[in-house]
């Protein structure tokens, strides 16, 4: 993984349990509470896993708590890999939820090829996740993935194609622009196709997201402080 290894987790994972594990039983007493989830959509070269981290960070110092996490493509591999991880996750789901989970998976993801099958266990991992609230997930469809969910923000970060390429080229291995500018609408093109064909997703529709943020016109603080606060405006912070 390119951030968290061994040990750390596996206490991540231990800490996010007890969380899991405590949500089943507020859900036993029946206790209504507000769930706030985010969900990240993003064209390539919008590189905003680092940006995710630092947005659990400033939410868990804001509400005073240790519950916002951020799950990016590498952990929530890890988790699905782990199976016991992800199934003791699913289990603390109540009934109608996980029913209602089931009927989100028969209106797609059947009948595709083999990649599209392998999807389902993630898609379950998510859902479960963003149900238990205080995720940050970043891709993975996540926008699709939990719709129908009450309490989440959903996000598409976007910029132009000269900055993504130059991202790509200052974290990646490409030192030729022209060969970096065909990988980023490569990568596009394949993305939307995935999407659009498989889940019937239009990832390039405004009208999907609730916020809409352009990265090559604010820094990383002024996006989290607009993030957060439109969390704030449809009272989703505890705060």
């Not at 029946?30 to 993003?42: A, H, N």
């Not at 609730?210 to 989703?236: C, H, P, W």
């Amino acid at each position: 993984m390119s951030y968290i290894k061994g040990s750390t987790l596996e206490k991540l994972i231990q800490k996010q349990v007890k969380y899991w594990e405590n949500y089943k039983k507020i859900e036993a007493e029946k206790e209504e509470r507000i769930r706030p989830f985010i969900t990240i959509s993003r064209e390539y070269g919008c590189v905003v896993s680092p940006l995710s981290r630092q947005l659990a960070k400033a939410l868990n110092e804001y509400e005073g708590i240790e519950n916002w996490e951020s799950y990016d493509r590498n952990l929530l591999e890890e988790i699905v890999k782990d199976t016991g991880v992800s199934e003791k996750l699913i289990e603390t789901i109540d009934t109608k939820k996980r029913e209602e989970m089931t009927e989100l998976m028969r209106g797609f993801l059947t009948d595709y090829p083999p990649q599209v099958t392998a999807y389902k266990q993630l898609v379950k991992t998510v859902r479960s996740l963003c149900i238990h609230g205080r995720a940050i997930i970043v891709g993975r469809a996540g926008v699709v993935i939990t719709h129908g969910l009450k309490y989440g923000l959903h996000i598409r970060f976007v910029a132009p194609l000269s900055y993504r390429i130059k991202r790509i080229m200052e974290v990646g291995s490409f030192k030729d622009k022209l060969e970096a500018e065909k990988f980023v609408e490569k990568k596009d093109r394949e993305r939307h196709d995935f999407l659009n064909q498989y889940i019937k997703f239009d990832a390039e529709n405004p009208a999907s997201y609730d916020l809409t943020i352009n990265v090559a016109r604010f820094t990383d603080q002024e996006m989290i402080d607009a993030i957060i606060g439109a969390l704030k405006s449809k009272g989703y912070l505890e705060k």
